[in-house]
């Protein structure tokens, strides 16, 4: 089962994060000196992915800008010498005609953005990426998902997934374990529901922003069945695919970052600043001399 392509569902409006976005997209907001949509093709590209499909909105137009090139900056950065960062902007610089963008004209929700996709995505399995959540670890989230389902059938479907205290279940979407795959951090979903009421959810294990799918659950997202907040569910679909293809969970190695929220997005700049061996110590520094005050 080959993945090539990926699916960035970019066109939400981060009120979670409000006012940092009202004029600019959250998935520009930035964890230490890259915004977080940066995170997430980096992660993507390291699993193989070729080809990077971003469901886009009104007013995110600076998330494409920011995969194109800026002339301007590129002739001021070389006439002035600065060889290193020059080499920084090269590095996200992706290869021609890697990216597409598409326009979700209305916020109907995740499973509608998915299927706004589905003509670029054509009849391949394909993956989809949040980028309000963050996995730190190497090999990335994604890439410990496609290294899965090379063990799977050719018609399967992965969900990423991660353990949660019991009494903030009814905060997330949970999945069913069945029966456990070889691999030990494997096993077949046996059910999901989103949001299950307190004491009623079938496990601990929460789904999280990360997915492999078949391309037919296109046919069910062109339903427009209405679920959860009158929206158009990816859970929902999922569900209903489930029925004809399997699903396995994947307990995933890595620390999770909820960026969409304020205090997930704070947590994440310092995990992230202490993973870097050139402003860790200055990091550390600083934040001991804060709490000592």
Sequence with gaps: ????????????????????????????????????IQYVVDEAKEAGIEHFVFVTGRNKGVIEDHFDRMFELDTTLAARGKKAEQDILAQSQPEAGAMSFTRQQAPLGLGHAVWCAR?????????????????????????????????????????????????????YGICGVGKRHADGRMFEVSGMVEKPAKGTAPSNLSITGRYILQPEIFKILERQERGAGGEIQLTDAMIGLSKSQKFYGVEFEGERHDCGSKAGFLRANIAYGLQRPDLADGLRAEMRKYLEE
Excluded: Y
Aim: some cysteine; glycine content about 6%.
């Design 1 to 36: 089962m080959k993945i090539r392509k990926a699916v960035f569902p970019v066109a939400g409006l981060g009120t979670r994060v409000l006012p940092a976005t009202k004029a600019m997209p959250k998935e520009m907001l930035t964890i230490v000196d890259r915004p977080l």
């Design 119 to 171: 003509d670029i995505v054509g009849d391949e399995p394909f993956a989809v990426v949040l980028p309000d959540e963050l996995v730190l670890h190497t090999p990335g989230c994604l890439g410990q998902m496609i290294a899965a389902a090379a063990k799977l059938g050719p018609k399967s479907n992965l969900i990423a997934v991660q353990a949660v205290p019991e009494d903030t279940t009814h905060q």
